[in-house]
């Protein structure tokens, strides 16, 4: 059972992309140049909307972790990454806008890295065990690759999240350790847009197979744990059969090792082994002992046991329902296009300025970012955004509004326009007039919907997502969006057994 004074998981939480781009369309684009590519070119890949980021991943997927909890008890967050959208910004701070945090909430960015992530979550148990309150420790990653690389098709786009504390954790921490060895299996030097990676056997004799197994030794000696007990194995490796290698040389049984889940997501870089992790969780049951690890310039392992109240969670999408909210993308050239790896003449009605006054974007912050409207004390009545006058016509109250935040509030459509007129990376533009289900109502763009999953009463969830990208000043501005709740297209958690 789990007992009050454990150090673990509290709750866990993902997202992937709903787009899944078929490997074999890339493959069979570039098998002109690269015909080595045939060989990788099953399953698919989660590839972002052209209005999905790193944060917009991390915000989605810490809002699924947080289902049920108090969000007014999170201490700390941590957001680590090694594709931040911002270089000198506070990534982790426009998150914890987003989620409505409070400013007491030290936040930070964990990045340069492969194991950012696992390194991450060792930082927040040690805070745990020093009296902190929960720390929210979230892994999001979106990787440029070049075109026609291997990479391109091995890697994939998404996040995870845990609430890392103590009292009724679903899986307490039995014990951690680390190595840290300057093994350059790849870089991305400042400047430089696409990682450079270094030859496969290399990496895999004298980076996994030596540096891992080292660190697999030290967590076992310290918990006194026998790797035949670990009914799960958690290593990303897009390398073929290194993770069952080192499975067996370590002792562990076979069918321990996950699957890396390559066949229908990717490997989500420094949020894989935290995303692997969630997978396992989602599948153990209490008692299940789960090894997981985070590979780069040395590694980390943690070991963790799932407990009895593991069941009792609050059902959530977790890695399970976003795999199964999904739309197959068979167009190359979008995906090309979604990651600015083609210039496309996007026309006159793009070419405006779009610099953001930072001024203003500070004051209506909590509008943009959290989503934040107003509710009258005096009569009730809900509404986006916050205004000194209440908009109901027989209240009018001055000054009666307090703060009521609408990102998890469902809502309907109540009118809806697909527009090819006006400039959208992702023709035609959907936005529309939506209700919130208790009341208030605003006018919104859509996303990650399409004709057939858009219709008036049709359900809406909203989701964090870029507005607008200055391409001269390199600032991302966010703001939310209504998505479809339908199956496919954002439908509610899956229940839990």
Same mark, same amino acid.
């Given at each position: 059972?789990?007992?009050?004074?454990?150090?673990?998981?509290?709750?866990?939480?993902?997202?992937?992309?709903?787009?899944?781009? %078929?490997?074999?369309?890339?493959?069979?684009?570039?098998?002109?140049?690269?015909?080595?590519?045939?060989?990788?070119?099953?399953?698919?890949?989660?590839? *972002?909307?052209?209005?999905?980021?790193?944060?917009? /991943?991390?915000?989605?997927?810490?809002?699924? *972790?947080?289902?049920?909890?108090?969000?007014?008890?999170?201490?700390?967050?941590?957001?680590?990454?090694?594709?931040?959208?911002?270089?000198?910004?506070?990534?982790?701070?426009?998150?914890?806008?987003?989620?409505?945090?409070?400013?007491?909430?030290?936040?930070?960015?964990?990045? !340069?890295?492969?194991?950012?992530? &696992?390194?991450?979550?060792?930082?927040?148990?040690?805070?745990?065990?020093?009296?902190?309150?929960?720390?929210?420790?979230?892994?999001?990653?979106?990787?440029?690759?070049?075109?026609?690389?291997?990479?391109?098709?091995?890697?994939?786009?998404?996040? !995870?999240?845990?609430?890392?504390?103590?009292?009724?954790?679903?899986?307490?921490?039995?014990?951690?350790?680390?190595?840290?060895?300057?093994?350059?299996?790849?870089?991305?030097?400042?400047?430089?847009?696409?990682?450079? &990676?270094?030859?496969?056997?290399?990496?895999? =004799?004298?980076?996994?197979?030596?540096?891992?197994?080292?660190?697999?030794?030290?967590?076992?000696?310290?918990?006194?744990?026998?790797?035949?007990?670990?009914?799960?194995?958690?290593?990303?490796?897009?390398?073929?059969?290194?993770?069952?290698?080192?499975?067996?040389?370590?002792?562990?049984?076979?069918?321990?090792?996950?699957?890396?889940?390559?066949?229908? *997501?990717?490997?989500?870089?420094?949020?894989?082994?935290?995303?692997?992790?969630?997978?396992?969780?989602?599948?153990?049951?209490?008692?299940?002992?789960?090894?997981?690890?985070?590979?780069?310039?040395?590694? =980390?392992?943690?070991?963790?046991? %799932?407990?009895?109240?593991?069941?009792?969670?609050?059902?959530?999408?977790?890695?399970?329902?976003?795999? !199964?909210?999904?739309?197959?993308?068979?167009?190359?050239?979008?995906?090309?296009?979604?990651?600015?790896?083609? !210039?496309?003449?996007?026309?006159?009605?793009?070419?405006?300025?779009?610099?953001?006054?930072?001024?203003?974007?500070?004051?209506?912050?909590? /509008?943009?970012?959290?989503?934040?409207?107003?509710?009258?004390?005096?009569?009730?009545?809900?509404?986006?955004?916050?205004?000194?006058?209440?908009?109901?016509?027989?209240?009018?109250?001055?000054?009666?509004?307090?703060?009521?935040?609408?990102?998890?509030?469902?809502?309907?459509?109540?009118?809806? &326009?697909?527009?090819?007129?006006?400039?959208?990376?992702?023709?035609?533009?959907?936005?529309?007039?939506?209700?919130?289900?208790?009341?208030?109502?605003?006018?919104?763009?859509? &996303?990650?919907?399409?004709?057939?999953?858009?219709?008036? =009463?049709?359900? /809406?969830?909203?989701?964090?997502?870029?507005?607008?990208?200055?391409?001269?000043?390199?600032?991302?501005?966010?703001?939310?969006?209504?998505?479809?709740?339908?199956?496919?297209?954002?439908?509610?958690?899956?229940?839990?057994?």
């Amino acid at each position: 059972m789990a007992d009050k004074t454990e150090i673990g998981i509290l709750a866990y939480g993902a997202y992937l992309p709903r787009l899944r781009l %078929a490997r074999k369309v890339a493959a069979d684009a570039n098998a002109w140049f690269n015909p080595a590519l045939k060989g990788l070119a099953r399953g698919e890949r989660t590839m *972002c909307n052209w209005d999905e980021d790193t944060v917009t /991943m991390a915000v989605e997927a810490a809002r699924d *972790c947080l289902i049920g909890q108090d969000r007014g008890t999170v201490s700390s967050l941590s957001l680590a990454s090694t594709s931040f959208p911002f270089e000198d910004r506070l990534n982790a701070g426009i998150v914890l806008e987003a989620l409505n945090l409070a400013p007491s909430v030290n936040a930070q960015d964990l990045t !340069a890295s492969q194991r950012a992530a &696992t390194s991450g979550l060792i930082t927040a148990v040690q805070m745990a065990r020093g009296g902190a309150g929960p720390v929210l420790m979230v892994a999001s990653e979106k990787r440029r690759t070049k075109t026609a690389s291997p990479r391109e098709l091995e890697t994939g786009d998404g996040a !995870a999240a845990l609430l890392i504390g103590t009292g009724p954790v679903v899986a307490r921490l039995i014990g951690h350790a680390s190595r840290t060895v300057d093994f350059v299996d790849h870089f991305r030097g400042e400047g430089f847009e696409f990682d450079y &990676t270094w030859e496969e056997r290399w990496i895999r =004799d004298e980076g996994y197979n030596k540096i891992v197994p080292a660190a697999l030794a030290d967590v076992f000696k310290a918990t006194a744990v026998k790797p035949a007990d670990v009914a799960h194995f958690a290593m990303p490796c897009v390398l073929p059969r290194v993770a069952a290698g080192i499975a067996k040389k370590a002792g562990m049984a076979e069918s321990a090792v996950r699957d890396n889940l390559h066949a229908v *997501c990717g490997e989500t870089g420094a949020a894989h082994p935290i995303v692997m992790l969630v997978d396992a969780l989602e599948k153990a049951k209490p008692g299940d002992k789960i090894l997981v690890v985070g590979f780069g310039q040395g590694c =980390d392992a943690l070991l963790f046991e %799932a407990t009895d109240a593991l069941p009792r969670l609050a059902p959530r999408l977790g890695i399970m329902g976003h795999l !199964a909210r999904r739309k197959e993308e068979t167009n190359y050239a979008r995906f090309l296009a979604f990651n600015d790896l083609v !210039a496309i003449e996007r026309g006159l009605r793009a070419d405006i300025d779009k610099q953001t006054p930072l001024s203003s974007l500070y004051r209506n912050r909590r /509008m943009l970012t959290g989503l934040i409207g107003g509710q009258c004390r005096k009569c009730g009545t809900l509404q986006f955004p916050k205004s000194n006058v209440c908009v109901n016509p027989n209240c009018n109250a001055f000054h009666s509004q307090d703060d009521h935040a609408f990102a998890d509030t469902p809502a309907k459509v109540q009118s809806f &326009t697909a527009d090819r007129l006006t400039y959208s990376p992702d023709p035609p533009h959907y936005y529309g007039m939506v209700v919130f289900d208790e009341g208030g109502r605003m006018m919104i763009d859509f &996303t990650d919907c399409d004709a057939a999953s858009v219709d008036v =009463d049709a359900p /809406m969830r909203m989701m964090f997502r870029i507005k607008e990208y200055d391409p001269a000043r390199g600032f991302t501005r966010y703001f939310w969006k209504a998505a479809p709740t339908q199956p496919n297209a954002g439908g509610p958690a899956p229940a839990k057994a």
